[in-house]
């Protein structure tokens, strides 16, 4: 083998492994990335099939029910137009309360119940997330028109 050949050789194998490391990056990246929903949103076009999501709304009043001797919880979360079943196992937030903005981590299960594995709930009092803040103010002028709305 000349030397211009192992030299080709080697450009060769490197831009091989180089193709091999960005494609198996892809994947990973593609297998972990969780995808933000807001009831509407959920609603309207469905979770993606099998994928964990981030589902984020206000805690509609009067849904907490709680499991006597358990930990767990289940609660609706709205953001004014459409309302999602939360069930989840474990402790809440200490901020977490019925009316309060949160995002719930986890999957819906065939009942269209999302099964969450994390419940985190905001600091801020006046702090919104921009796709919820996006879909009360449609709801709102959906409900102007004479629609009717389902109110958190």
Same mark, same amino acid.
């Given at each position: 083998?000349?030397?211009?050949?192992?030299?080709?050789?080697?450009?060769?194998?490197?831009?091989?492994?180089?193709?091999?490391?960005?494609? +198996?990056? &892809?994947?990973?990246?593609?297998?972990?990335?969780?995808? &933000? +929903?807001?009831?509407?949103?959920? /609603?309207?076009?469905?979770?993606?099939?099998?994928?964990?999501?981030?589902?984020?709304?206000?805690?509609?009043?009067?849904?907490?029910?709680?499991?006597?001797?358990?930990?767990?919880?289940? &609660?609706?979360?709205?953001?004014? /137009?459409?309302?999602?079943?939360?069930?989840?196992?474990?402790?809440?937030?200490?901020? &977490?309360?019925?009316?309060?903005?949160?995002?719930?981590?986890?999957?819906?299960?065939?009942?269209?119940?999302?099964?969450?594995?994390?419940?985190?709930?905001?600091?801020?009092?006046?702090?919104?997330?921009?796709?919820?803040?996006?879909?009360?103010?449609? /709801?709102?002028?959906?409900?102007?028109?004479?629609?009717?709305?389902?109110?958190?």
């Amino acid at each position: 083998m000349t030397p211009r050949q192992r030299r080709a050789a080697l450009v060769g194998g490197m831009a091989a492994g180089i193709a091999a490391a960005a494609a +198996f990056a &892809f994947l990973a990246i593609g297998e972990n990335m969780l995808w &933000f +929903f807001t009831p509407s949103q959920l /609603a309207a076009e469905g979770p993606p099939p099998g994928n964990r999501i981030r589902l984020g709304g206000l805690v509609v009043e009067g849904s907490v029910r709680r499991r006597p001797g358990a930990l767990e919880v289940r &609660f609706d979360l709205a953001d004014r /137009a459409a309302a999602v079943t939360v069930a989840y196992r474990g402790l809440l937030p200490d901020l &977490f309360r019925e009316g309060q903005g949160i995002v719930a981590l986890g999957r819906i299960d065939a009942d269209g119940v999302l099964q969450a594995e994390e419940v985190l709930a905001k600091h801020d009092e006046t702090y919104m997330p921009p796709a919820i803040a996006e879909s009360m103010r449609e /709801a709102n002028a959906t409900e102007r028109a004479g629609a009717p709305t389902v109110r958190p």
